[in-house]
């Protein structure tokens, strides 16, 4: 079995989390800061590669209601460009309130408000990664 990847877009950092090999837990691996478009989807598609993932988990923000709003499309935008890039499948994982968790779980581990704001986006990318393997494993 390979690694999995999750995403968690955001507009200045992408969260980056993987699995373990056996595809059973997520980790938090970097808060990427983004740089350019053709740079950010290099990046993701030669660490994807380099990792021998097989499977790209991205975070999908719906509304709380469950309606698309412009993130949405964001991200299926961001998606499509990533595929000229890579041919690893792309699948999306409701990501309404990993944010809020991630805050909530940096917070219980008594983690600094200077430190969070560094790590956020990571957490919640394992947070979207470990959603994934809870429901597909």
């Known amino acids: 079995m390979a690694r999995k990847m999750g995403l968690d877009l955001g507009n200045v950092n992408i969260g980056i989390a993987f699995s ?3 595809a059973m837990f997520a980790s938090g691996f970097v808060n990427y800061r983004r740089r350019s ?3 950010d989807l290099r990046y993701i598609a030669d660490m994807a590669k380099d990792k021998g993932v097989d499977t790209i988990v ?3 923000p719906k509304n709380m209601d469950g309606t698309d709003g412009e993130r949405v ?3 299926y935008d961001f998606c ?3 595929k000229k890039y890579t041919s690893i499948p792309i ?3 409701d990501e309404r309130l990993t944010t809020v968790s991630a805050e909530k ?4 581990a008594d983690v600094r408000r200077e430190k969070r704001k560094k790590v956020i986006d990571e957490v919640a990318a394992s947070i979207i990664l470990q959603n994934y393997l809870d429901k597909k494993y």
């Not at 779980?105 to 219980?108: A, D, T, V």
């Open 20 to 22: 373990d090999p056996m």
């Open 58 to 60: 991205v975070g999908l």
């Open 80 to 82: 499509a460009e990533l």
């Open 105 to 108: 779980l940096l917070i219980s």
């Open 91 to 93: 699948v999306y994982q």
């Open 73 to 75: 499309q964001f991200t």
């Open 37 to 39: 478009l053709e740079q």
